[in-house]
């Protein structure tokens, strides 16, 4: 059974930083693609960022372009999301997904395995 369990969010003001974790268990995922989704309220959840098992290929947003990093792990199984700059804007439940691939992909529809998400909330 996959696992995956979101931590980290929070309330901060904006133009403050939150970086997410994702402990990934139950198996090995050095050869899966690992990302970060969004669903904020009245919105359809929206793809955040992904990074290949190398980490060598990352894709992002264009709306977090430059503010937000995605990391990986493989040693810990736990992939990071450095998000600085925040905006009201970015307040939604954010999710970490797995996918068995080595290239990224930014279609929900193709994660087999998503954790419970965490809530980040951005002040005005």
């Known amino acids: 059974q996959v696992q995956l369990v979101e931590s980290g969010g929070g309330l901060v003001q904006a133009g403050s930083s939150l970086r997410l974790s994702c402990a990934a268990s139950g198996r090995t995922f050095s050869s899966y693609t690992l990302a970060w989704f969004r669903h904020a309220p009245g919105k359809n959840r929206e793809f955040v960022a992904a990074i290949s098992w190398r980490a060598d290929n990352r894709y992002y947003a264009d709306s977090v372009k430059g503010r937000f990093t995605i990391s990986r792990d493989n040693a810990k199984n736990t992939v990071y999301l450095q998000m600085n700059s925040l905006k009201p804007e970015d307040t939604a439940v954010y999710y970490c997904?797995?996918?068995?691939?080595?290239?990224?992909?930014?279609?929900?529809?193709?994660?087999?395995?998503w954790g419970q998400g965490t809530q980040v909330t951005v002040s005005s």
């Open positions: 997904a797995a996918l068995p691939s080595l290239i990224p992909r930014i279609y929900e529809y193709e994660y087999d395995y």
